[in-house]
C-alpha cells in the first residue's frame, strides 16, 4: 500500500477524535487543530498525525513512498458538499437577464422557465454528452476543494429521462475519485404536460419511477421539493413513503419560498437532511431540536435569487447543527466553489470560520451519510484531503472569498493530477 508523509504542515484542521457523526450548537465554535503537524496517509485511509515535536521524537521506518513538505501550508479535510444538482444539460443565463430585470424565481418557473427549461434540454441530450458535461464539472469542484459531492435527479421528470440522469450519476460514480451519492428528485416540478393534472404526476413518480429506480438501485436517497407553488406536504408524505420501501432514505427541499411544512415532513420521515430552510420559526427549531435530520443551508441560492437569508445563528443558538452546501445548478446557483460558499456563510450568516467549517465537511457528510468515513481529519477516515497555498491563518479560510486556496488535492489517499483526471 502506498505510503504518503505530509511534513511541517503550518496547522492541521478539523481533527476529530471523538468519533462524532456531527457537530451541533455551541460544539460548532470549537475546531480541533494541531500547529507544526504531520499527517501520515496508508493506502486509501487517514493512518497518523500529530505534532512535529512528536514525530522527530519517535523513530519511523521511513519507508514512504512520498514525502510532501507542506511548510507554510495548512491541511484541511475536502469539503463534502451534500446537495448539488450538477448534471444539467445547458446553463440558463438567459433566465438571469429576466431575474436582473425583476422577475422573480416563481415567475419565471410559471412561464415554462426554470426547471421546465432543463427538463426540455436533458430531454434533448444523449447520455454520454450529458456525462461528459457532468465529468467537467466534476474535474472542476475537485479542483476547488471539493472531495465527496451529493447529485440529484429532477431536470427530467420523465421516466425516461429520470433514469437517463440517475445513469450518468452511476456512472460518475464508477469513474470520477470523487465519493458520490445519488438522489431521485422526480418530484422537482409538474411538468409542462401535466399542468393542471398535478396528482397524476405524483402518481406517475408514485407507481412507475420509484419502482423503476429502486429496482435498478440508482439512487441512495429520495428528494422533494416540497414547497409553495410546487409539490405539498400530503404529496410529499407519499413520494416519501413509497420510496422508503426501496431503501430511499429522504432529503427534502424545504421552507425555501414559504413555511411550506416541509421541515416538519421531512422530521416525521426520518429525513437526512431538509435542505434551505429560509422560513424557518421557532415551530420548525423546535422539530428540528427533536430529531436526527440535518438543516441544510444553501447560501449560494439565496444570494443569487436575492432571497431572505435562513436564520443560521438563530439555529446555532438553539442548539442545531448546520450544514452548509451548494446546490450547484443552472438556475439558482450556478457555482458549486464550496470555498465561496465558505465565505458566504461567514458573510450572509455571520458564521464563525470555525462553524463554517464543521458547516462544510463533518456535518455536510452527516447529510450525505457518509460521515463515519469522511468530513474530518481522523484516524481510519478515507483521506481525502486539501493541501492550501501558504496561508497566514485559517480565519483566512472564510475572508478570501475570490481567489482558490487549494493547491493540492488528495483523495482515497492518490494526488489528483491532471492525467488522474483524463477524460
Ligand atoms: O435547489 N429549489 C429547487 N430546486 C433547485 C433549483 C433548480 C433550478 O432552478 O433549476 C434549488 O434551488
Ligand atoms: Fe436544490
Known amino acids: 500500500m502506498k505510503k504518503i508523509l505530509i511534513k511541517n504542515i503550518k496547522e492541521l484542521i478539523q481533527v476529530v477524535d471523538d468519533n462524532r457523526l456531527k457537530t451541533s450548537g455551541k460544539s460548532m465554535a470549537e475546531l480541533k487543530t494541531i500547529p507544526e503537524a504531520y499527517l501520515l496517509i496508508n493506502g486509501d485511509k487517514i493512518a497518523n498525525y500529530g505534532s512535529m515535536v512528536e514525530y522527530n521524537a519517535e523513530t519511523h521506518a521511513d519507508d514512504y513512498d512520498q514525502i510532501i513538505d507542506a511548510s507554510n501550508r495548512m491541511v484541511f479535510p475536502a469539503f463534502v458538499d451534500s446537495h448539488t444538482h450538477l448534471v444539467y444539460a445547458a446553463s440558463r443565463e438567459i433566465e438571469y437577464i ?54 440529484k435527479s429532477g431536470y427530467g421528470l420523465s421516466l425516461k429521462s429520470e433514469i437517463k440522469m440517475l445513469k450518468v450519476i452511476q456512472r460518475l460514480k464508477e469513474e470520477s475519485p470523487l465519493t458520490i451519492k445519488s438522489t431521485f428528485l ?83 420521515n426520518n429525513a437526512l437532511s431538509v435542505d434551505h430552510l429560509e422560513y424557518t420559526g421557532e415551530k420548525e427549531i423546535r422539530n428540528l431540536l427533536a430529531s436526527n435530520t440535518m438543516p441544510t443551508l444553501l447560501p449560494g441560492a439565496a444570494f443569487f435569487l436575492g432571497m431572505v437569508y435562513a436564520p443560521a445563528r438563530k439555529m446555532i443558538s438553539a442548539g442545531l447543527p448546520i450544514a452548509l452546501a451548494s446546490d450547484f445548478n443552472p438556475g439558482s446557483s450556478p457555482s458549486g466553489n464550496m470555498q465561496l460558499i465558505a465565505a458566504m456563510g461567514s458573510i450572509l450568516f455571520k458564521m464563525l470560520p470555525e462553524e463554517v467549517i464543521h458547516a462544510t465537511t463533518i456535518n455536510t457528510a452527516y447529510a450525505m451519510g457518509v460521515s463515519t468515513m469522511l468530513g474530518s481529519i481522523s484516524k481510519g477516515k478515507i483521506a481525502n484531503i486539501i493541501i492550501t497555498k501558504p496561508m497566514p491563518t485559517y480565519h483566512y479560510w472564510t475572508y478570501s472569498y475570490g481567489d482558490n486556496k487549494v493547491e493540492t488535492m488528495i483523495l482515497n489517499g492518490e494526488i489528483i493530477d491532471e492525467r488522474s483526471l483524463k477524460r
Open 98 to 151: 429576466d431575474k436582473i430585470k425583476g422577475l422573480s424565481y416563481e415567475e419565471i418557473a410559471k412561464r415554462g422557465g426554470g426547471i421546465l427549461n432543463s427538463a426540455k434540454r436533458i430531454a434533448e441530450i444523449s447520455e454520454e454528452q450529458l456525462f461528459y458535461q457532468s465529468f467537467q464539472r466534476l474535474k472542476d469542484i475537485i479542483a476547488m476543494g471539493t472531495g465527496a459531492v451529493e447529485i
Open 186 to 268: 422526480g418530484a422537482h416540478a409538474v411538468p409542462l404536460e401535466y399542468r393542471g393534472r398535478q396528482e397524476d404526476y405524483v402518481k406517475l413518480v408514485v407507481e412507475e419511477m420509484i419502482p423503476a429506480v429502486g429496482e435498478a438501485k440508482l439512487a441512495d436517497y429520495v428528494d422533494v421539493f416540497c414547497d409553495k407553488g410546487f409539490f405539498t406536504v400530503d404529496q410529499t408524505a407519499r413520494i416519501l413513503s413509497a420510496a422508503k420501501a426501496y431503501g430511499m432514505i429522504p432529503k427534502i427541499h424545504a421552507n425555501e419560498l414559504d413555511y411550506s411544512g416541509g421541515i416538519e415532513v421531512g422530521v416525521a
